[in-house]
């Protein structure tokens, strides 16, 4: 199996900044297709907040742009999210996803446990 493992998470106030981290790693051989981070705040739909296609390039939900972005350690299989001018409407559990292939699974789509991100005063 391939493990998802996010950290980064924590309470900060308006305007600060926070760096998320999602490693993949496991015992079996695999490479990573896509990955990205989504966010899922109270009372709402999981959203797309930014992530590397397949292709390469990157999507950023509009709520986020200029203040956010992601960046990736290809020989780390991490990805980061760089989280600049935080708002309150930031607030959520943030979850790394991934588009892998691995041997003897092939492809398929996988989640971390998600971290929480609070901005408040």
């Known amino acids: 199996q391939v493990q998802l493992v996010e950290s980064g998470g924590d309470l900060v106030q308006p305007g600060g900044s926070l760096r998320l981290s999602c490693a993949a790693s496991g015992s079996i051989i695999f490479s990573i297709n896509a990955m990205g981070w989504y966010r899922q705040a109270p009372g709402k739909l999981r959203e797309l907040v930014a992530a590397f296609t397949k292709a390469g390039s990157t999507n950023y939900a509009d709520a986020v742009k200029g203040r956010f972005t992601i960046s990736r350690d290809n020989a780390k299989n991490t990805v980061y999210l760089q989280m600049n001018s935080l708002k309150p409407e930031d607030t959520a559990v943030y979850y790394c996803?991934?588009?892998?292939?691995?041997?003897?699974?092939?492809?398929?789509?996988?989640w971390g446990q998600g971290t929480q991100v609070t901005v408040s005063s």
């Open positions: 996803n991934a588009d892998l292939w691995a041997i003897g699974r092939g492809q398929y789509n996988t």
